[in-house]
T-cell receptor
């Protein structure tokens, strides 16, 4: 079945540091890939997405590139802020389904210190 | 801005009691999901509706959990009897049928259940 594996966490950084959160996946067909973010006390929000190989999703300074050859979708940001502190989830929708079921990774807690 | 509404935000109950959660999706969204998120883990799908029909409940513990969406709009998830291991965040999400299977899911703020 489909699965998503995120890097072990949590991640603690100083403000303006470079961020990478690794994500790899296993899926049938050609999945669409997503990063969701969950701020403290809030629901999940879509951060960015990519629907085909070599697509780059970007939003709020975050980027991730769909790498089919390495089955990866790593999240990056060049300069993090305290307000980026949250839990980040990598997720996929398998291309074989018509109903859009999301499969999530386990999440990575990011804490950014001033 | 349209949102997915969930209630209650927090629920504390004793084991063996019954609990219920309610979700009102974004207007016009035909697909509705219930996910369970155990602390420190990613959300796992419990049940998925297309209009009023269940299309996936393979991970729903049917001996104690039930879900319905009678008129294809709002939905209720029930647990009876609750067990200690049911303590988790229960998330509702919805998606428009006008969106392809690569479309975004919109999540509510969740209902946090604590079973004592």
């Amino acid at each position: 079945g489909d699965s998503v594996t995120q890097m072990e966490g949590p991640v603690t950084l100083s403000e303006e540091a470079f961020l990478t959160i690794n994500c790899t996946y296993t899926a049938t067909g050609y999945p669409s890939l997503f990063w969701y973010v969950q701020y403290p006390g809030e629901g999940l929000q879509l951060l960015l997405k990519a629907t085909k190989a070599d697509d780059k999703g970007s939003n709020k300074g975050f980027e991730a590139t769909y790498r089919k050859e390495t089955t990866s979708f790593h999240l990056e940001k060049g300069s993090v802020q305290v307000s980026d502190s949250a839990v980040y989830f990598c997720a996929l929708v398998s291309g074989g389904t018509s109903y859009g079921k999301l499969t999530f990774g386990q999440g990575t807690i990011l804490t950014v210190h001033p | 801005e349209a949102e997915v509404a969930q209630s209650p935000r927090y629920k504390i109950t004793e084991k063996s009691q019954a609990v219920a959660f309610w979700c009102d999706p974004i207007s016009g969204h035909a697909t509705l999901y219930w996910y369970r998120q155990i602390l420190g883990q990613g959300p796992e799908l419990l049940v998925q509706f297309q209009d009023e029909s269940v299309v996936d409940d393979s991970q729903l513990p049917k001996d104690r959990f039930s879900a319905e969406r009678l008129k294809g709009v709002d939905s209720t998830l029930k647990i009876q009897p609750a067990e200690l291991g049911d303590s988790a965040m229960y998330l509702c999400a919805s998606r428009s049928t006008g969106t392809s299977n690569t479309g975004e899911l919109f999540f509510g703020e969740g209902s946090r259940l604590t079973v004592l």
